[in-house]
């Protein structure tokens, strides 16, 4: 049994969608569960059909979502019509927005948000499927808000892991009898009471190692538009250098440090089980990608991470008191209720330094919560640089001539803040 996540970009085109049957056809006698993401830029199209309907701008609401509708049909056509079923599938689908969008909102944003951003799996994987069923890939469409129960905190869904097994066991298995390929969506599921729900950021990654992890898979493949996983992003970085092998832990400290490689949260599933995760190029299957597994890699090169965009938070003692742990567990409160996450952090007698990405909403939340025991001062417009694994030269050629505002070493990693 294998699991394959395509992503995205890897079924953003016409040109893109009609490669995937080559791809699969190299395993043509395996088991594989397939979760695809929705197409491109759909989940941001998505998300401003979204907005707009919350703003009770139904009109302009209904006019984005036509225009995705538009952008898929134009798709499925470019692909060979679909059988009468399965354009009433996407009918069907299409309704299910067009019915919220004519009504006005009486829940709270992200209840609407999951509910709209999460049928642009649906359509990508209603389509795909049909279309390799015509391609001579047979396999069956599965619906994986059958499947995947969560609870309601939407936008950031929480697993039910028992429920989920249960249903996997009972309804997923059978499905492998023939065909062997069984085709889903990745980033969403459902409450109890049949509410989409959405599983937060990477959620469709996250989704393909819950059913690796509760298949027992032999291993789990994410396609992706590039080689593997690079020391650096290649736009920035144009020596970045490819890595043929990594282990769960060093892909955690990079995704933890902003890396734009593989969340957290997909790796657990994995680690759990021992279970390997490849990252492998769509464009040319051929290539080895990288394989992140179990066993320690060690010998890696100098591991970069650039963030942008980033603010300065001091938070200096009002009366000149120590900050001590009282003052820390209260700034770890207030980030944790806003849900700021803390690029980096320092502390010194009466003042706190906390880095985080700019946003102004939750910031400014911030800033008044903590006003109550320190005076408080934003620095924006700031760099993050975080180097693993790093050489005192190539960290220089980084910094350059530019103004380090703080730094932070360990014996891996070292964190540098620059104006």
């Known amino acids: ?40 830029k759909t989940t941001n199209a998505l998300e401003k059909v979204a907005e707009a309907f919350y703003s009770q701008k139904n009109e302009i609401a209904i006019e984005r979502f036509n ?45 609407y948000y999951d509910q709209i951003v999460s049928i642009g799996e649906l359509l990508s994987t209603s389509i795909i499927s049909d279309f390799l069923n015509r391609s001579g890939i047979p396999n069956q469409w599965m619906d994986v808000r059958d499947i995947f129960t969560t ?31 069984v085709l889903t969506q990745g980033f969403i599921g459902s409450t109890d009471e049949n509410e989409n729900t959405t599983l937060g950021r990477e959620g469709s990654d996250y989704s393909a190692a819950i059913f690796a992890n509760l298949l027992d898979a032999d291993d789990l493949t994410i396609w992706k538009d590039v080689e593997g996983i690079m020391n650096a992003d290649p736009k920035t970085f ?52 990288t394989k992140i597994h179990s066993k320690h890699v060690t010998r890696l090169p100098s591991i970069i991470v650039v963030k942008q965009n980033q603010t300065l938070i001091h938070l200096r003692s009002k009366d000149f008191s120590f900050v001590g742990e009282a003052g820390t567990a209260r700034l770890y409160s207030i980030l944790s209720r806003f849900q700021i996450q803390a690029n980096l ?66 014996r891996e990693t070292v964190q540098t803040l620059l104006r």
């Open 67 to 111: 225009q995705i509708k538009k952008d898929h049909l134009d798709i499925e056509s470019g692909l060979d019509p679909l059988p009468s079923g399965s354009r009433s599938r996407l009918a069907d689908f299409f309704t299910e927005i067009e019915w919220i969008l004519h009504d006005k909102p009486v829940n709270g944003f992200d209840y």
């Open 238 to 289: 144009p020596e970045a250098q490819f890595i043929r092998e990594l282990d769960y832990d060093e892909v955690i400290e990079m995704a933890f440090y902003g890396a734009q490689v593989i969340h957290p949260k997909t790796i657990k599933p994995l680690q759990n089980k021992n279970i390997p995760l490849y990252v492998k190029c769509f464009l040319d299957p051929n290539l080895p990608g």
């Open 1 to 40: 049994m294998k699991v394959f996540k395509f992503g995205g970009a890897s079924v953003n085109s016409i040109a893109r969608i009609k490669s995937l049957p080559d791809i699969l056809r190299s395993y043509t006698h395996e088991k594989i569960l397939i979760v695809i993401s929705a197409m491109g």
């Open 151 to 181: 609870d309601d905190s939407f936008r950031s869904a929480k697993l039910d892991w028992q429920k989920t097994s249960a249903k996997i066991e009972a309804e997923v298995s059978s499905l492998f009898s023939e065909p062997n390929i």
């Open 345 to 410: 952090m320092q502390t010194g007698a009466v003042i706190l330094y906390v880095c985080v990405d700019e946003d102004e909403e939750k910031i400014g939340k911030l800033a008044e919560e903590a006003d109550t025991l320190f005076d408080v001062e934003l620095e924006k417009g700031l760099t993050l640089l975080t180097v693993r694994h790093y050489r005192q030269e190539v960290l220089l050629s980084l910094i350059g001539s530019r103004e380090i505002i703080l730094q932070q070493w360990s």
